[in-house]
């Protein structure tokens, strides 16, 4: 157990419906990144938050949108879904962003699939 | 832009054997960090081993250890005594260093290990 938390587990909904993603952090946790991975595109990472700021973006879609919140919980919010949107999504977090490297601790994902 | 190549897309090993996982990257930078993840058919990341880029060290972990080759840009994964559990997706990831800004991974496109009995 990475101590990260990601709900729900599974997610099964129709095209043009909006979803919402939730993350918890390892205690202590600053920094949530959120990662899709699906069997075209691979892993790739979506955007990063830093003590409720975003710090980057990457190749995330302008339907997609994300926030960190003063306890530090995040979300991704996905709205007007299209078949290609079902993948794992994956939430990850580490200490921070302000002094190097730190390894990142994933949470055991959740499962989209648009009908 | 950084890359991440793994070009063994499968491979197979008998229990208590060695195996070694590929992995080749493409980068400008001098400092940045290297890591292998595995994601059992749970589909967990689970993080196995990382090498920071100014040690010419390998590093290791119990059965995990690196053959990190900077001039090369080469990053294997051996595996040492296989055992049923380490049957898994492995993907290689890269990390830039920037000190203050933003570490996303860029990940391979992994290889699927099977580790017979």
Redesign the interface.
């Known amino acids: 157990d990475?101590g990260v938390t990601q709900t729900p587990k599974h997610l099964i909904t129709a095209t043009g419906q909006r979803v919402t993603l939730r993350c918890s952090p390892r205690s202590g946790d600053l920094?949530v990144?959120w990662?899709q991975q699906s069997l075209d595109q691979?892993?790739?990472?979506l955007i990063?938050y830093y003590n409720g700021e975003e710090?980057?973006k990457?190749n995330i879609l302008e339907r997609f949108s994300a926030q960190q919140f003063p306890d530090l919980h995040s979300e991704l919010n996905l709205s007007s879904l299209e078949l290609g949107d079902s993948a794992?999504y994956?939430c990850?977090s580490?200490v921070g962003?302000?002094?190097?490297?730190?390894?990142?601790?994933?949470g055991?994902?959740t499962?989209l699939l648009v009908l | 832009a950084q890359t991440v190549t793994q070009s063994q897309p499968e491979m197979s090993v008998q229990e208590a054997e060695t195996v070694t996982l590929s992995c080749t990257y493409d980068t400008s930078e001098s400092n940045y960090y290297l890591f292998w993840y595995k994601q059992p058919p749970s589909r967990q990341m689970i993080l196995v081993i990382r090498q920071e880029a100014y040690k010419q060290q390998n590093a290791t972990e119990n059965r995990f250890s690196v053959n990190f080759q900077k001039a090369a840009k080469s990053f294997s994964l051996k595996i040492s005594d296989s055992q049923l559990g380490d049957t898994a997706m492995y993907f290689c990831a890269f990390m830039k260093h920037y000190g203050g800004a933003t570490n996303k991974l860029i990940f391979g496109t992994g290889t699927l290990l099977a580790v017979q009995p």
């Not at chain 1, 691979?42 to 990472?45: K, P, R």
């Open positions: 990475s920094s990144y990662y691979g892993l790739q990472f990063q710090r980057a990457g794992l994956f990850a580490s962003s302000s002094g190097g490297w730190e390894t990142q601790y994933f055991p994902g499962r």
